[in-house]
């Protein structure tokens, strides 16, 4: 029973479950029209290749919509209106919303946060405290080391960031961002 | 009767209406958090003296959250993961939402064809068939002048802007940008 | 009949219909020539529309002015010449006023110092002196955390800032900056 | 008569002519407040040791600021809200002005056809109609080559240029540019 | 037999096989030292929870370097020194090699062409040949569509992509990107 | 005896004198070739019109390579291969001179020193030694306040800036600029 | 006779001229195909007029991927997955190998070390650790002045430089740059 | 005989043939001042380690200042002001010299002609040329790929890159740059 078989095996468990796996991978022939690129086609003849690669999980928009909304729900019945941003394990946006009334910069910061949480694997307010002793971290492009940016984990593994921002304090913001995350823990 | 007066009386019309002016318009007063910078606070003290400044209108997030979330189930429908961008009027960020698959790219792509579309007020589309014409078109900072970029109107002027990117053509990103709008026509 | 009362009378027409939109949020349909971008044709037809959406408070151009004028005549009483930016709440520029003989540099600095004060709400040497704490702040996109830059509010709501930047201190900057903002405050 | 005198006597005719060429030459020493940086100061140690040095012209805020309000109320007329910008020889901003109602890339697209307009010493149109001979012309830093962007010139040469952006197209804005300069020419 | 069940089973029959996929997704906890980051550990605990979110395939860096090796290789047994970049399906670098004599922008090439493929999911001279109908090609950040750009996919979806630059022209760029993918293609 | 006519004789004398005033001012009118552009020609028409505006001294090309060559030297005579930076007073570069062995960041920091050094009026050190109070000077674009950037006035006031960038502190590459200034210091 | 031999024997020939040239240096005529571009061809023509300029010495493609596989593997072995960057003496990149696991950032943060040891002739973290007294060190562009950067040297000579990025901390990352330079350093 | 005698070998012939090689090498260390980084210093030291490693040439800064003054001349005498620029290999800046009335936008656009020679190894006028079919030319970072670069070869290599700015035609402005070359042809 080689690899691939056992693969498959889970694979085809996993979308009988009902999983979107099959669909978030679909992607667009962008150039190439011709060959379908309709996400339904690539999943019937998917399988056997896609599993000679190794495999790592990602957060799909349904989840990080909903972390990045309980987020702002949480700051706005506090009465801060902010933004909230969740981005992939490569620091790539999944989600920005903009709550109303919060700032151009707030979306920067909360931005910021998310790629320092999960570029570095750290709360950001935990790299600002880092700062004074390793000034450099200033530096890392698209970071924003203020409190508010949180990353995502799955089985100990960082998945994804979520970042805060245009509360009254860093320290807020992160109260916002860890309930996001509260929301949608169970799937994690 | 004074000009602070008769601001007033309009704006309590306003909120009598129903809109959410008040809360929208909450700002965290970001470095002074004695003063209480509580969303639900300026609405009582705010009328006056805000009345005495023109305005303007603004799409809210649910409305934003709404079109952006309708163009990516309509090019999901269609086969095509897309990415969804809806900025305001200055080409800000309201709304980000990546769907499962799409790429990086269309992140940016979505962004561009946004902003292109809030920033001369025309389809993005329209503006690249220019481009022979206006190659200067190609360097207005943060514009992508594919297709897919669309301005949202109300009472015939700018508010906001979607783009959507992703699908193997401009043309077919159009016309989930277009389902978007129509989602939310009925509020502008 | 003073200027305050015609304004006055000219926004309850406009308040009557629901919005004092007036000239200043007439747009350019930029690609579509055809149908009339004039100015003075979208305030007969817009009302009823733009009363769907929420409106917010913004500073226009003539009371910008006013605030940047009376901000670089009052450094250069003092004998500095400087660069006086005012923005809007989204941190884009409405007017730039170099003083003769204020550095290249002054411009830059005096618009960071504008758009950190609209980012975040605040004065922007009250961010600089929590940068120790918080030294993100160095990061956000855009901000220049020195003296001389001052959120302008009415009713309790950021809707621009000022940054004045070319004087031997910040504190001097922020002076004129508060000098501009008190030009204004009649009309906030 | 060496030319050290003559300078000294053409500067003085010139404060008694009430330019304000001296006021605009003041630079506060930023960094040493103890040396008097005042505007005031400078005028009677200067003159000997300045004169040694060649002289360049250049267009005062007094100037860039008529050219860019004229500008702006001759779109204005014709109806549409535009940003006019003045940069100095150097492509650094003198002025901004942005109408109500004009868009943020009015803003980019003003500052990009001056900057180009100084940069090459051209309209920006006509490096437009060039750049399908010379695509380069899209690569260099800064520019926009649309329409609405001319050099001013004293004497022959270029001293500063003028930029006019959110017009439904750029002959129009290059129409609203001319007004600025028309405006100032008696004085160039 | 549940979902998670048959995953677990996968991922030990994987281990057992000597792929790289528990190494691969160990992450360190950048901030935590306490916890142990180490790759060997997160293996036992992780399985269960893992399961939980969707997967995608990654190219792993055994793979990209094949691929680079092999593309820098076959430029220079045609004579041409070459830049071989290799980047995941968001854009982000896995291996650069610049081969000796090999220049700085073939470097830049190289990647961007790279970033381009990954982007649009499409061959960069593909994109290049869009462009005089879609210029807004030439807008998105980070792109070159100068071919020697590929994407490689696997089960018909792109995971990554190859660019090289260097060689003097495009087609031979994209035979040595060709070559570099052909070379990993049993493994897809 | 008018402003213009003094001035016109001041023009003629410095002529006479050899000064390169008149040849410095001649920009080439890059679009209309029709026109000659040759630096020859303006020298005759000139004088009246450019007298209409106030005049600023600059430091020419000879004196800019004077101070960066002596600069240059007076590191090497130490040891040390560096770089020297000399800008304009809108931090415009006017010469870069990159010793043999001087790093590619030597050429970048000797930019920011005297960017810095132009745009505050301020030896570069003295701004690093206030950051600690003054965080936001890190933030000003194309600083760099490391030491060995220092302004060059005349008549007491800034007219450039000169940076250097490569010896082992910041004080040597300051002695260096200073040994520079010091070339000049009789023709300012 | 197999390419190898056919380039040994090339190399000798340039060799015994005083030159070590070779392939490495051979340099595609880009734009002008007709004329051979062959790495072999220049070979013969080369050696005499290459001699009239100084020669500067620089770390070849396999030295470069044999250090940073080897800190790569270093990394790994104490359970990090990281990011291994080499650029060389002007801070270009020569190579980049992104671990499996490794973050977007680390690849950041490992080029910025990098381009800061080349810059500065200096391990990333000394540099950090001056940054106190020195702020403008933060300012250097596309420094990141954390430890995992060191210099790369021969005969006292910085030629090139490794940056690692992803472990826990700073210092394991040095150990691991430090573990690729010693596997070269018999061929330094 | 081992590789490494025959390097010394080489080496020392290049030594008694009067190169500056040992000059232009020494590099300060940074850092560590308590070791000399005195030029002289390394002289004695570094023959045998350095001749390890390939060597490639450079153009010292006398030569590059050479061809850069000459073409600064050469157009000069033809009436025109421009910049002229100096890049070494990489696109890194060895020389800029900017002529009195030469624009800022001239400093741009000789550097990016000179990076873009340097990168594609191709005059940039030919650069140009191409970009109607190749239109990604317009995407390489740094390029203008106006008339005017030039690349600088030394025994069939590119060494560095000559880029002149400023003429009313790029044609002229590359005779300039040809003009420099010859001037130093003898010593390539």
Do not use: Y
């Amino acid at each position: 029973m080689n690899n691939k078989r056992i693969l498959t095996t889970a694979a085809v468990g996993a979308l009988s479950l009902g999983t979107i796996v099959g669909l978030s991978l679909a992607q667009p022939s962008f150039a190439e029209q011709g060959t379908s690129a309709r996400a339904t086609a690539p999943q019937a003849a998917a399988p056997a290749a896609v599993r000679a690669l190794p495999q790592m999980p990602f957060l799909p928009l349904r989840l990080a919509e909903k972390a990045a909304t309980t987020a702002l729900a949480d700051c706005l019945r506090q009465g801060f209106p902010v933004t909230a941003t969740v981005v992939n394990e490569d620091g790539i946006t999944i989600v920005v919303l903009r709550g109303d009334g919060a700032s151009a910069a707030s979306t920067d910061a909360s931005k910021g946060k998310a790629v320092a949480s999960a570029g570095f694997r750290s709360p950001s307010d935990a790299l600002g405290a880092r700062a004074a002793a390793d000034p450099g971290l200033l530096q890392v492009p698209g970071f924003v080391i203020l409190g508010g940016g949180l990353p995502i984990s799955s089985g100990g593994k960082v998945v994804a960031a979520i970042g805060v921002g245009g509360a009254p304090s860093g320290a807020i913001d992160k109260t916002c961002a860890q309930a996001g995350i509260n929301a949608i823990t169970p799937s994690l």
